[in-house]
């Protein structure tokens, strides 16, 4: 019965990471104004996130999209991977949330 638990325990942790895959994080380090919207206007997510407020995108879904107030004030990150600030402070941007296209952003 011992070695059940333990199975089961291993099997469920070697899983997660593969179904984790394209997983997108944004994380605020200031103000801004985030608008997350599939390509038929349906809203996701939109607020204006504060220092230290974290989404995670609910799924991976290639139609999304997130406008931003101030991408300065935004990291995004895929699968642990932190992504380069796309655009300076005050300066809007409209980007792909497609986890291929995020990947081939610096």
Same mark, same amino acid.
């Given at each position: ?19 984790? #895959? !394209? =997983? /997108? &994080?944004?994380?605020? *380090? ?9 390509? #038929? !206007? =349906? /809203? &996701?997510?939109?607020? *204006? ?58």
């Amino acid at each position: 019965e011992s070695a059940e638990p333990g199975k089961t325990g291993a099997t469920t942790s070697a899983a997660a990471p593969a179904s984790a #895959k !394209g =997983k /997108v &994080v944004i994380r605020a *380090t200031g103000a801004c104004w985030v608008y997350i919207h599939d390509q #038929k !206007g =349906k /809203v &996701v997510f939109h607020k *204006t996130m504060h220092k230290g407020d974290e989404f995670t995108v609910p799924e991976q879904r290639p139609d999304l999209v997130m406008e931003l107030g101030n991408p300065a004030a935004l990291e995004i990150v895929i699968d642990g991977r932190k992504l380069k600030q796309i655009a300076g402070a005050g300066q809007a941007r409209r980007i792909s949330l497609d986890p291929k296209e995020l990947a081939k952003l610096p």
